[in-house]
């Protein structure tokens, strides 16, 4: 124990943990393969997903194929333009760059976690104990990560708009603790416009409500900035970037495209409407909190204490308070608005959960502070380190079977590439019959998702008709006659 203690204490213990945590999720993404939407968007598009290909597909080959497909996919297909802007880029550039960089991008992630955590100080200057909170929390409370941290794509759309959103909420943040300090990114209201406008232009069911916190924000230092201490100038130092999160915002809910889709997708039975659309999503909305239970309990229990005695509260500590309370708000409020969506898949939860655990790391700085060190709720070492050591553990072993099980998805992956590649050289002018996933983990699936903590690969693109739109789409990436599901 005295080792194990010694070893957090050292200050270069925690870039070893960010340097191992890049490693395991740079292997993930290594081993896990191009999947659906991928194929699709290695392409110009020209149309929406279900209508029949044109014959002069054209592959993505530079920076002006990406703007012409994006500029026809805002008015055919959806909002999204900054996120699939980075999907085609990448695609373009390649898989093997993109798992690097992607590696790279959690590992910000949960920097930007610490840094809003730390008061919006981007600083290097953190205990390792609280990067492994982060990122065992975090791995405690999510399932299906390969929806988000794997597939090229979905990586895009949340990982990396998430990434954006945060980084531009971190000088809001400061701002509030600090309201008297000047920085760079204030005094430069285009730069700050520009980054509003591409932070809102990221996630249709989060942004909206930090849009209502960072307004409420605003209002709350223009109508006492005499107590903040701070000028009118500089309260107007703010507006730019909120007002370009509101246009990207705008821009990105508004887009001609997300009502083609919709009505599209309504069309042909891909989605449902109404009363039975309501009924799914309280499913999932229900699924998605009964696994973040003990996380939202935590953070509403001590919020809860803390509210007794706020009034005894520091300055500094009445604004953890309230950052707390807040982002507990966006995270919850972001997931409950997704009962009236279209579609609410799993992994629209990710920025939910993000913002849950900035608001539990919050509550963690508050119940470490002078004040509430020596009181009787803290007065629980050994149980809280026996409970810690128990989630380390537990995020350890299911961590290496996650691991191990994305290097059977690799092996099966390179088998299916080997006979899509003999093909290729070899044309025999049949489909070509493919396994995509592995059989150990195929037949014994509930088992690895036990055993991963639900973080098992899943890959399953191809169906077992050749005609399917994706498995024309993968035949022609490949350039092959054809190919389906073994």
Not at 54 to 83: C, K, L
Request: with cysteine; glycine share 6%.
């Amino acid at each position: 124990m005295k080792t194990l203690s010694t070893f957090f204490q050292n200050s270069k213990t925690k870039y070893i943990i960010l340097f191992g945590l890049f490693i395991i999720i740079w292997f993930h993404n290594y081993c896990f393969p191009l999947i659906w939407d991928d194929y699709v968007y290695s392409y110009v598009l020209k149309d929406n997903y279900y209508n029949p290909m044109p014959e002069n597909m054209v592959r993505i080959s530079g920076i002006q194929d990406i703007i012409m497909s994006q500029w026809d996919h805002y008015f055919r297909w959806g909002g999204r333009t900054i996120a699939h802007l980075l999907v085609q880029f990448f695609l373009w550039q390649g898989k093997c760059f993109f798992n690097i960089v992607n590696a790279l991008c959690f590992v910000l992630l949960l920097l930007e976690i610490q840094w809003i955590v730390n008061k919006g100080i981007i600083s290097f200057d953190f205990n390792s104990k609280d990067i492994l909170w982060i990122f065992c929390t975090f791995w405690l409370f999510s399932f299906l990560l390969n929806d988000v941290l794997t597939w090229l794509t979905l990586s895009a759309n949340y990982l990396w708009t998430l990434v954006l959103l945060l980084g531009f909420i971190i000088s809001y943040v400061r701002t509030y603790f600090n309201p008297e300090e000047e920085t760079k990114l204030n005094n430069v209201s285009w730069l700050q416009f520009f980054f509003g406008l591409l932070a809102g232009w990221t996630n249709e069911n989060t942004v909206c409500f930090v849009i209502i916190v960072i307004g409420y924000h605003i209002c709350l230092i223009k109508r006492h900035k005499n107590n903040y201490g701070v000028k009118e100038t500089d309260v107007m130092k703010l507006l730019p970037g909120f007002i370009g999160l509101i246009l990207g915002y705008l821009l990105l809910v508004f887009a001609p495209g997300n009502y083609v889709r919709y009505v599209t997708l309504a069309q042909i039975g891909a989605i449902n409407t109404g009363v039975p659309l309501i009924k799914e999503n309280l499913k999932t909305f229900l699924l998605i909190y009964s696994i973040r239970f003990f996380l939202i309990y935590y953070i509403v229990r001590n919020l809860l204490s803390f509210r007794c005695v706020y009034s005894y509260l520091k300055e500094t500590e009445k604004k953890q308070y309230i950052i707390s309370s807040l982002f507990l708000f966006i995270g919850i409020g972001s997931l409950t608005i997704m009962i009236f969506s279209p579609e609410f898949s799993l992994r629209s939860s990710f920025a939910s959960l993000i913002f849950m655990i900035i608001s539990a790391g919050m509550v963690r700085m508050l119940r470490n502070s002078a004040f509430f060190k020596n009181s009787t709720e803290n007065k629980r070492g050994s149980v809280n380190r026996i409970v810690s050591y128990i989630v380390v553990i537990y995020v350890g072993c299911t961590l290496l079977c996650s691991t191990y099980a994305h290097y059977l998805s690799r092996q099966q992956t390179d088998i299916m590439m080997q006979q899509i590649l003999h093909e290729k050289a070899n044309p025999s002018g049949k489909v070509l019959a493919v396994k995509e996933s592995s059989d150990l983990i195929k037949e014994n699936l509930v088992f690895w998702f036990i055993i991963t903590g639900g973080h098992v690969p899943n890959v399953r693109t191809l169906t077992d008709n050749s005609s399917y739109w994706i498995n024309r789409y993968i035949s022609i990436y490949y350039g092959i006659s054809g190919i389906r599901a073994y």
